[in-house]
């Protein structure tokens, strides 16, 4: 089963929902991996709607699974793209010629819907008027707070800084603005004494 | 958040103005300009605010809350401008019929409860008749800024078009002026649908006219975040009521034409406001004990808070029953 749930933690952790369908005058689904599911589950719900989406779907590991079920819902664009990066200048496109009415569906890891929903932001919707359901992987994209250094799909507490190699702490602290969580040096006082690494939620 | 310093009084801070023009626009309005007595700069404003104008009536305090319309950016002058309303209360027919240039009054500091996303890629403006007040402060502001707007004004007839000509000739390619009696209707449906992301719509008219846009922009997928709307309710008369005050240890009585807090300050209780108008929150007042029904009118609490009976906003509301009890 793709769906997780995360247990309450501080404010600043986003919460994410459960995709419905919503009257409006376009749609965009940008989903990546098992997020797939929660937009055939969408479908399911209200296949005319489905039939207007523009669906951008990031498969990552999921590789083939989920592309022709998506295309069997029929949508009026499906876009298979092989990462998120690859698939930033189509968001922004679609999101600079969209109007007001738009309705924007985000799914999958929590990375995805972040850095998605910041350029649904940017492009003047209201984070409040953005679905998000998370599905998948519950690893997260971090900042390292000492060096900036944002590290991708970070499973395990503490984990090692991509950029500056320090040992961080995984903390629930969020920035909407940089999607990302806040990694925190866990041995800055007593350097070296790093605690053995947990997978996430285990 | 309010322009207005630490208050140890009830409602916001006071400026004394006198009254330096009286300009009758049409047979309803006419606009009230103030200069302030002590000849020092009106505090800045943001488009959008309104201030509660104090009128001494024959013995009675009456204070009504009124768009600031003039130019936010110009410190010496405060303007509003106010319909006279036959059947109402009687605050606007006092400012009509006994204010006078010269004259020495008592204003608020402004307080802003409909202010522009300053965020929006475009603002559009929706007025019906007097609501256009906002919208021109509102709209000396972009027009400063350089911001993207346009308005959509609909009013009964080209003489009670307030500044619908000024507006018109200043920026013909932005104001779209809609008259009742031409069977003029601002097109809603058509002027939603289009509009680039991030645009932001406003509405100041009758709650027939704000209920209207709500409703339209949700059904076309509007967030309710951009959609942005300011109506002041006046006091309705109702039956006389009684109500216990535990907090100042007294009992009062509401009389028929008074509201429940004009009745709390007619007896001396310093009850907080800023609006008067059922929509800034400022009065919320709990129930201690009731026995009978309210009669909410506000915008400020949900309809759980209603059914709850937990709560009133003596600005507006009312009371019918045996017993009331409030924590004031």
Not at chain 1, 158 to 172: A, I, K, T
Not at chain 2, 95 to 117: C, E, Q, S, W
Request: glycine share 8%; proline share 6%.
């Amino acid at each position: 089963m793709s769906k997780f749930k995360f247990p309450e933690s501080i404010r600043s952790r986003p919460v994410y929902g459960t995709l419905e369908p919503r009257s409006g005058k376009g749609h965009l689904m940008i989903a990546d991996a098992e997020g797939a599911e929660a937009l055939l589950d969408l479908a399911a719900q209200d296949a005319e709607l489905f039939h207007a989406a523009h669906i951008i779907f990031i498969p990552k590991g999921t590789g083939e699974t989920f592309v022709e079920k998506l295309r069997s819902r029929q949508p009026a664009i499906l876009h298979v793209a092989p990462s998120y990066e690859s698939s930033i200048p189509r968001i922004r496109r679609v999101l600079s010629d969209a109007h007001m009415g738009l309705q924007v569906y985000l799914a999958g890891t929590e990375g995805l819907m972040g850095q998605a929903q910041n350029e649904a932001m940017n492009a003047g919707i209201p984070h409040t008027a953005i679905q998000t359901e998370h599905r998948g992987s519950v690893a997260r994209r971090m900042q390292c707070v000492h060096c900036k250094g944002i590290t991708e799909d970070v499973m395990t507490d503490p984990f090692v800084c991509s950029h500056c190699g320090l040992n961080l702490f995984v903390r629930d602290h969020y920035s909407r603005r940089l999607a990302a969580f806040q990694g925190v040096r866990v041995d800055a006082e007593d350097p070296g004494n790093v605690p053995e690494p947990v997978e996430l939620y285990k | 958040m309010t322009a207005a310093p630490q208050k140890a009084k009830a409602g916001a801070e006071k400026i004394e103005v006198e009254v330096s023009a009286v300009v009758p626009l049409n047979d309803l309005v006419t606009r009230f300009e103030f200069k302030r007595r002590d000849g020092a700069a009106f505090p800045p404003f943001s488009a959008g605010a309104h201030t509660v104008v104090e009128m001494q009536d024959a013995g009675r305090t009456r204070l009504n809350p009124y768009s600031l319309m003039s130019d936010p950016a110009d410190q010496s002058i405060y303007a509003i401008s106010v319909r006279r309303d036959d059947e109402g209360r009687g605050g606007s027919l006092f400012m009509h019929r006994n204010v006078k240039v010269g004259d020495a009054m008592t204003i608020t500091y402004p307080v802003n409860l409909f202010p522009l996303d300053l965020r929006g890629r475009k603002h559009v403006f929706l007025a019906g008749g007097i609501g256009i007040t906002p919208f021109m402060a509102m709209i000396a502001h972009l027009e400063r800024m350089g911001g993207a707007w346009e308005l959509h004004y609909a009013c009964r007839s080209k003489a009670l078009g307030s500044y619908a000509d000024e507006l018109s000739s200043r920026h013909p390619n932005k104001v779209h002026v809609y008259y009742d009696d031409q069977k003029q209707a601002i097109a809603l449906e058509d002027l939603l649908d289009g509009q680039p992301l991030g645009t932001h719509v406003y509405v100041c008219g009758p709650q027939g006219m704000i209920r209207w846009v709500h409703e339209t922009a949700q059904t076309h997928g509007w967030p309710d975040e951009n959609v942005h709307s300011e109506e002041f309710l006046a006091p309705q008369p109702g039956k006389p009521f009684e109500v216990r005050l535990c907090k100042s240890d007294m009992v009062i009585q509401v009389g028929e034409h008074e509201s429940l807090l004009e009745a709390m300050e007619r007896c001396g209780v310093d009850a907080p406001f800023l609006c008067r108008g059922g929509a800034c929150g400022q009065c919320e007042t709990d129930v201690v004990e009731a026995d009978g029904e309210f009669i909410h009118r506000d915008h400020w609490l949900d309809d759980d808070e209603h059914a709850s009976g937990k709560k009133i906003m003596p600005c507006v509301s009312r009371f019918v029953g045996k017993a009331l009890v409030l924590d004031r």
